[in-house]
């Protein structure tokens, strides 16, 4: 509905690129909470469907212990960025409003099933660990391929979406600045993207090895008991 009201009135919704300082940091964070939504979800995700039980065990490790909801949090962050990207900074506040609307109510409802089904455990958790938006003393706390773990099998099942999200809005975001600066501008953007996709690339070899050494170490820790 976003992109195509959007499309529908790009005048309204629409940034007009510029040559402004501030215009390339949004397009820069707005890139990085992309991408690392992305990594948060896929976390998420493929840390559930290994370690649920099909819903029933109550999850309490990995990306659940940065947030109760990082597969929300990282809708919020690729949601975040696709808007500091393409749109105007009004936006923002639009797309707050309809996340509250859409996710937050939907949380609720999910936390009352949870407390239902884990009476003793949940009421802990919740006080433990924050809803969605981690605290810095969490983040700081361990190692990142504690808290996100990943495998190349998760990341296989959701290139599809990941690729499909960033090309879209790159090619949105290339669009408006080759019609307003023409392609010799265009270039050094070009080059800031590139590196940072590159380093999603590092950041997503750090998360599979760092996982890949915790599960070995865990599991020669097992045979030596």
Avoid at 159 to 187: F, P, Q
């Amino acid at each position: 509905m976003a992109v195509l009201s959007a499309a529908a009135f790009p005048s309204i919704f629409m940034r007009h690129s510029s040559i402004d300082p501030w215009e390339e940091v949004l397009e820069i964070f707005g890139i990085a909470f992309i991408l690392l939504g992305q990594v948060i979800r896929v976390s998420a995700r493929g840390y559930k469907a290994e370690n649920s039980s099909q819903g029933a065990a109550l999850i309490q490790n990995g990306p659940y212990t940065l947030v109760r909801n990082p597969m929300y949090l990282g809708i919020f962050l690729i949601g975040l960025g696709i808007v500091l990207m393409l749109f105007k900074w009004w936006v923002i506040c639009l797309f707050l409003l309809v996340f509250i609307i859409r996710y937050i109510l939907l949380i609720f409802k999910e936390e009352k099933k949870l407390l239902s089904m884990f009476p003793a455990d949940y009421p802990d958790y919740q006080k433990k660990v924050p809803r969605i938006l981690p605290s810095i003393h969490i983040i700081l706390q361990k190692d990142m391929s504690e808290y996100l773990p990943m495998k190349l099998s998760w990341l296989k099942k959701e290139i599809g979406s990941i690729s499909a999200v960033l090309l879209v809005t790159l090619l949105m975001e290339s669009w408006e600045d080759i019609k307003n600066e023409g392609w010799g501008v265009y270039r050094e953007e070009v080059l800031t993207i590139i590196i940072t996709i590159i380093l999603f690339i590092l950041l997503l070899l750090y998360l599979s090895m760092g996982t890949k050494n915790g599960m070995e170490n865990g599991s020669s820790k097992s045979k030596s008991n």
